[in-house]
């Protein structure tokens, strides 16, 4: 019964290519995000969509896209990959509150050769 | 803007040995705030959390204080395993926001 649950979980690729994450969430959560985490572990939030629609967008560049075709899923489209791309990718989902704990996916090892 | 400064590691402990990771926020009005662990190559897991001041979050023998005076967080256990060894990230949301601010982590070590 795996909640959040995202594909690939390892993406090597060469750089310039364009790449897509997927994740999909079983909880019935309304709230979906997607994290980075760099090679010091550092997490620091990207975007998030509540119902389909964008409600935090950090300082990423435009080159990441995500799209949110329902609620239960939410994917992330990577064009023009850099080296500084590389990194863990977890996506994670809640109810819409902030004292709500957000589930995580395993994350998606990505790295550009 | 909101952030979250906890112990740098690493840290080495014995197994039964007590554990405390310090944790410390800046915000604005009354943040919830969280402990997540998260251990090799797998996601985060919610460990903890606490909505208001004063309140104790507890799960697995872990604890921490929402201590509002001190705005900190500090996570403690009284007897860590070797089945401990993760690493342990501080967060915090605003209220309005579900924007989660993580600290650094600490990554624990537990020896037999």
Not at chain 1, 23 to 32: A, P, S
Not at chain 2, 35 to 41: A, D, L, S, T
Not at chain 2, 68 to 74: V, Y
Request: aromatic residues 10%.
């Amino acid at each position: 019964d795996t909640a959040v649950s995202q594909t690939p979980k390892y993406l090597v690729t060469q750089m310039g290519n364009d790449k897509s994450i997927k994740c999909e969430q079983n909880l019935g959560h309304d709230t979906m995000y997607w994290y980075k985490q760099d090679s010091k572990k550092f997490l620091k939030i990207m975007f998030s969509y509540n119902n389909k629609e964008l409600i935090i967008n950090e300082t990423v560049p435009n080159r990441f896209s995500p799209k949110s075709p329902d609620k239960a899923h939410l994917n992330l489209h990577i064009n023009s990959l850099e080296l500084g791309d590389s990194a863990v990718y977890f996506c994670a989902s809640s109810r819409i509150a902030s004292n709500q704990p957000q589930h995580f996916g395993d994350g998606t090892r990505l790295s550009i050769l | 803007g909101n952030s979250v400064t906890q112990m740098e590691g690493p840290v080495t402990l014995s197994e039964e040995a007590f554990l405390t990771i310090n944790c410390t926020y800046t915000a604005t009005g009354y943040p919830s705030l969280f402990w997540y662990v998260q251990y090799p190559g797998e996601g985060l897991q919610l460990l903890l959390k606490a909505t208001k001041a004063d309140d104790k979050g507890s799960n697995k023998g872990f604890e921490a204080t929402y201590r509002k005076e001190t705005t900190s967080f500090h996570l403690e256990k009284g007897s860590v395993q070797v089945s401990d060894s993760a690493v342990y990230f501080c967060a915090l949301t605003q209220g309005g926001s579900e924007k989660l601010v993580f600290g650094k982590g600490t990554k624990l070590t537990v020896n037999p």
